[in-house]
């Protein structure tokens, strides 16, 4: 049977796009914000386009952080895109301005230090030791729209826990491009607009839904 997704329709990010990507690669794919459906369904996509402090006022009012807590709670698969990756964050600084994040890594997000910003287009990653994600995709290119990142994750991990992997990229500086951690994975770059290689990440996440 197709593992069932929701992309999750909260007011940010490009998420036409999303649906039509993970509908390729397999997945039964619903765009709602329906409290429920998107505990149940069995991966959950947080998409994100935008300013750090308005995507977190729109995640809050529907209640998207509520449903995060429980589907990790129960170790059920979700994924951030982007700024749908950030608000996983402690928090994010903007302009001069500090904004609660999620709290479900700590960690800042905040300005890249390059001289051409936003990092607009194709960066490659460098995929952690140990990578679902990317199986098949070591130091491919894949396709970027930021000017914020989380730049480490410093998680204090004993065993028998697993420590997070962290995949890098580079623009101006190093930062974190995505995470596996557990049920929560995220990236930074986008890949329902990466090609054929955001094709196969996703289709890579599919298969790490129980």
């Not at 608000?87 to 903007?94: A, K, P």
């Not at 997000?109 to 001289?115: F, G, I, R, S």
Request: proline residues 4%.
């Amino acid at each position: 049977m197709k593992k069932t997704v929701v992309v999750f329709d909260y007011g940010s990010g490009n998420v036409h796009s999303a649906v039509k990507a993970l509908e390729k690669v397999g997945a039964q794919v619903e765009l709602t914000s329906d409290f429920q459906t998107s505990l149940d369904a069995d991966g959950l996509v947080i998409p994100g386009v935008g300013a750090f402090d308005q995507v977190m006022k729109l995640v809050k009012a529907n209640a998207l952080d509520r449903i995060i807590d429980k589907r990790l709670a129960s170790s059920k698969a979700v994924l951030g895109i982007c700024v749908g990756m950030q608000v996983l964050f402690d928090q994010g600084i903007e302009h001069g301005i500090t904004s609660e994040g999620l709290g479900q890594w700590p960690g800042t997000v905040e300005k890249l230090h390059a001289e051409k910003l936003p990092n607009i287009g194709w960066n490659r990653v460098h995929s952690g030791k140990g990578t679902e994600l990317f199986k098949g995709l070591q130091d491919e290119y894949f396709y970027f729209v930021h000017s914020y990142a989380a730049k480490k994750l410093e998680l204090d991990v004993m065993p028998p826990f697993i420590k997070p992997i962290i995949s890098h990229s580079t623009h101006g500086e190093q930062f974190l491009a995505a995470i596996e951690n557990g049920p929560m994975s995220a990236t930074q770059f986008h890949p329902e607009k990466s090609g054929e290689q955001g094709l196969k990440l996703l289709e890579n996440w599919l298969g790490t839904i129980r």
